[in-house]
């Protein structure tokens, strides 16, 4: 296994930098630079020099020993002062040394994979947890990246363990009496784990929302106010607003956060017939990103959505350009209502996103899918009688390879390249 180095903070000036070393050379490095054999983990502050003696900074230097450190390699780190000449200089003086190389992206947690420090689900908390714009994002991330759902896979492959283990009894001892009947427990196992898969499987939806982002779709018929509303609710001029009808072609998109929750707004072409074919893609590109936007506020003039928008239940049909038309409504030019319309997009999302599992990707959903089609492919073995039960033990172990793949016991290496190079070098 070779050495590997990067720097392991953001790049430009700050007040500290963080230079990380992983691997069997990691100790030499030490040596090397510093001048002395690290001991345990007490941080030791050492003027650093390169391999021709000259003096890079004066830094604080630490070293985990294998089995003790985020790759379960020996690793070493300084901490230097964070200037952008100091970094390069240090970087250098480990590339000058033999056996040591530069890091690729995410090499340093794909270690810490081989080696058993982190399953496959708690890497990809890793890379949410890093790139998590929000407190729901933050929240989320981090309960995966803890383990949480590995334990919890861990917790269904034991049950569904225990519950093939007693099927194969029966079929080793197929010619002889069994004196207790397997049937009764094996079938609790797998429909309590079936149970508890679908629950977790359901709430993935409003997890993988967490992650990427809600969307919130602003429809109407043009001249309605949905491009004033959109730059009121983003506080600057992010889309173009004129008393011309179809000036909005294309859809506008604003970011925010929403208590937490990360939710972009999106500002839509104004919905009538028209004869203009640009304007006309426009509005059926407005109508397509409605449909699979989470929630839909369609702005009116006389309290009744256009017919061509299918309004679901949380859907808000408000009255626009209330400063004009009057009575209750929001008016992105005066702020009228825009608070309120916030708070109750805020908590219907905030509604759904309470149902989420921990299974944060598609990937975590197919796998939860799978094991519960094969535990009701073995229940249904059962029900046929003992003679199916070598066919409910294959479904069992289906189920119990699918758990195994969403944590990366097995069948993950095509994933790997793709999630790792999200990763920055010092991670």
Request: glycine share 8%.
């Amino acid at each position: 296994m070779s050495t590997i180095y990067s720097l392991a903070s953001a790049r430009g000036k700050a007040g500290v930098a963080v230079i990380r070393v992983s691997g069997p050379l990691a100790r030499d490095c030490v040596v090397s630079l510093a001048g002395i054999a690290p001991s345990g983990r007490a941080p030791s502050l050492r003027r650093l020099h390169s391999v021709d003696g000259v003096l890079i900074d004066g830094a604080l230097v630490l070293f985990f020993e294998a089995g003790h450190s985020f790759t379960g390699e020996d690793v070493a780190e300084f901490q230097t002062h964070g200037s952008p000449a100091i970094v390069d200089a240090l970087l250098a003086a480990l590339s000058a040394i033999d056996g040591v190389q530069l890091a690729e992206p995410g090499e340093f947690t794909r270690r810490a994979l081989e080696n058993g420090r982190l399953d496959l689900a708690q890497v990809e908390g890793l890379a949410d947890l890093i790139d998590a714009e929000t407190e729901a994002q933050r929240r989320q991330a981090i309960r995966v990246f803890d383990g949480a759902l590995g334990d919890r896979a861990e917790a269904w492959r034991r049950d569904l363990i225990r519950a093939a283990a007693l099927l194969e009894a029966t079929i080793d001892f197929a010619d002889e009496d069994i004196p207790v009947d397997v049937t009764p427990e094996v079938k609790e196992l797998a429909t309590s784990v079936q149970a508890q898969l679908i629950a977790e499987a359901q709430g993935s939806h409003a997890a993988e929302r967490i992650r990427d982002g809600f969307e919130v779709a602003i429809l109407g018929e043009p001249n309605i106010g949905k491009s004033t509303l959109l730059n009121a609710l983003a506080g600057r001029h992010a889309a173009i607003t004129s008393s011309i009808a179809g000036t909005t072609r294309d859809v506008i998109e604003v970011r925010m956060d929403l208590n937490g929750l990360p939710v972009t707004f999106l500002d839509t072409a104004g919905l009538r017939d028209t004869e203009d074919e640009v304007e006309a893609l426009g509005i059926q590109r407005a109508l397509d990103r409605a449909e699979k936007a989470d929630l839909r506020v369609v702005l009116t003039d006389n309290g009744k959505a256009p017919s061509s928008v299918t309004l679901e239940r949380d859907d808000l049909v408000i009255r626009g350009k209330s400063d004009i038309s009057g009575g209750e409504g929001v008016s992105g030019l005066t702020g009228e209502g825009v608070t309120k319309l916030v708070a109750d997009v805020t908590k219907r999302l905030e509604t759904r996103a309470t149902g989420a599992s921990l299974a944060i990707r598609a990937r975590h959903r197919e796998a939860l899918e799978t094991g519960v089609a094969s535990l009701q492919n073995a229940l249904d073995e059962l029900e046929r009688g003992m003679e199916r039960s070598e066919l409910a033990a294959e479904e069992l172990r289906i189920a119990i390879r699918a758990l195994e793949s969403m944590v990366g016991r097995i069948d993950v290496e095509t994933l790997l390249d793709e999630i790792f190079a999200s990763f920055c070098l010092g991670k």
